[in-house]
């Protein structure tokens, strides 16, 4: 069992930045790929990044590739999601998951964080 705490949500003007924390529960945290979703209203939740259990392999939407960092810190349990030169476009909110294989399909997900909302005003 995984319980995951996202924090770092909230408003921030079109071009700013973000960066958004997940903490995990459990002495597994290494073994798991985690990631991040985003869920816009009225939208299905989609895939924006995750990073293998070492840390080494990373991925991107290509909607955020080069404007997000996704890093993680097996110490502390917890994944990051820095979010550079954000848009409108990127309001959402945005959600922690884990699963021991990565995945760009929500359904596949085993564990999910409450998520945390990102506003970004133009």
């Known amino acids: 069992q995984v319980q995951l705490v996202e924090s770092g949500g909230g408003l921030v003007q079109a071009g700013g930045s973000l960066r958004l924390s997940c903490a995990a529960s459990?002495?597994?945290?290494?073994?798991?790929?985690m990631h991040w979703f985003r869920q816009a209203p009225g939208k299905e939740r989609e895939f924006v990044s995750a990073i293998s259990g070492s840390g080494v392999n990373t991925y991107y939407a290509d909607s955020v590739k080069g404007r997000f960092t996704i890093s993680r810190d097996n110490a502390k349990n917890t994944v990051y999601l820095q979010m550079n030169t954000l848009k409108p476009e990127d309001t959402a909110t945005y959600y922690c998951?884990?699963?021991?294989?990565?995945?760009?399909?929500?359904?596949?997900?085993?564990?999910w964080g409450q998520g945390t909302r990102v506003t970004v005003s133009s």
């Open positions: 998951a884990a699963d021991p294989l990565r995945t760009t399909q929500a359904r596949l997900i085993d564990y």
């Open positions: 459990g002495r597994t945290f290494s073994l798991y790929t």
